[in-house]
């Protein structure tokens, strides 16, 4: 037994070889920390995009029911039937509150790629948002084409549908 404690009693640090073994394991570690927190912030952001996209929407959705904005064309003027209205219309004339989001990858604004447009239907109107294709980017994802999308189908936006995996597929399948 004293031979043990001895032994315990003699050992005042960690050799060179545990401790390079403790920062081995500890960088395995955060290497993998990193990489599940880097998919964590990309789902995040991808999710703000689809949620700025359904608020930019609604924002036109009270223009109209405000007062006719999108019918009028985006004036206080009656305007052509089928006349769209640019989200930097809608932005300039104080009914979206940020239409920042809306840049390319360049950084150059394309809020005048996002348009509603109000379509005659049975008994009511509709109101349709298109934005075209790498309007707006989630972190470095460009967004995809979304065109003609009514209340319906942009309450129901997801992150698969605005930024679909771009990977390509082997050819011949």
Known sequence: MN??????KDEEGMTLVELLAVIVILSIVAGIGGVAIAGVIQRSREDGRVADVQMLYE???LAEASDSFIS????GTGATPGTKVTAKTLYDSGYATSVAFLKNKAG??????ASFLLV????ANKLQLSIEKDSFLAGSKPNAEMKDMDAGKVKVLTRATVFPDTKSEPEGS
């Open 3 to 8: 031979k043990l404690l001895l032994l315990v």
């Open 108 to 113: 150059a604004d394309t809020s005048d790629k």
């Open 72 to 75: 009028k064309g985006g004036s």
């Open 59 to 61: 924002a036109a959705t």
């Open 120 to 123: 005659g239907t049975t008994g």
